[in-house]
């Protein structure tokens, strides 16, 4: 089984300032890790997910990610949010071969003017 | 393009009554899935389904049920609605190849009194 750890459920940042959304994964198998965006009263979409090979991934809206495996983690990133990039954040895992996606709790981002 | 499509958007129910939330995708993926969304517990996985005629249970199945008759409609029926079951319901769906995107919808926000 997978689990995943989101462990700010609230972050407020200045509007223009730099941005990190933790997220940190428990699993016995190897995964394949995503970030999706779900802007107020939406459904959610992909800012970007990881596969394989290099470690930073880059997704949509100025968005980056790193994954480290010994650290299990999986950190979102922004040098420079808008206000625009209010939303809710979740990172999600799903085991190599199979569709299913294990969620975080999320991590609502608030900017700041 | 519609992308996954769900019906109503809002809908309250009394305990006891039972109903049919409806989704539908036109870009033929075999892989569809519900999920409720709860304040601080993200989203968890009701059902799924690999392709028509199969589906499976999730980690929060009881009190649903869900066919699969065409590769387009997976609906979700509430046998007799309980105000626990209070909740936003998120439809998705992607192909069954792993690492995939999933393509929500707008959600269905469901009260039960």
């Known amino acids: 089984a997978q689990s995943v750890t989101q462990l700010d459920s609230q972050v407020p940042v200045f509007e223009e300032a730099p941005v990190e959304l933790r997220c940190n994964y428990s699993?016995?198998?190897?995964?394949?890790l995503f970030w999706y965006v779900q802007y107020p009263n939406q459904g959610l979409q992909l800012l970007l997910k990881?596969?394989?090979?290099?470690?930073l991934v880059k997704g949509i809206n100025g968005f980056e990610a790193e994954f480290n495996k010994s650290q299990t983690s999986f950190h979102l990133r922004k040098p420079s949010v808008h206000i625009s990039d209010t939303a809710e954040y979740f990172c999600?895992?799903?085991?190599?071969?199979?569709?299913?996606?294990?969620f975080g709790t999320g991590t609502r981002l608030t900017i700041i003017p | 393009n519609a992308g996954v499509t769900q019906t109503p958007k809002f809908q309250v129910l009394k305990t006891g009554q039972s109903m049919t939330l409806q989704c539908a995708q036109d870009m033929n993926h075999e892989y569809m899935s519900w999920y409720r969304q709860d304040p601080g517990m993200g989203l968890r996985l009701i059902h799924y389904s690999v392709g028509a005629g199969i589906t499976d249970q999730g980690e929060v199945p009881n009190g649903y049920n869900v066919s699969r008759s065409t590769t387009e409609d997976f609906p979700l029926r509430l046998l007799s609605a309980a105000p626990s079951q209070t909740s936003v319901y998120f439809c998705a769906s992607s192909y069954r190849t792993g690492g995939t995107e999933a393509f929500f919808g707008q959600g269905t926000r469901l009260t039960v009194v």
């Open positions: 990881y596969l394989s090979g290099s470690t």
């Open positions: 999600a895992v799903s085991p190599f071969g199979n569709e299913k996606l294990t």
């Open positions: 699993s016995s198998v190897s995964v394949y």
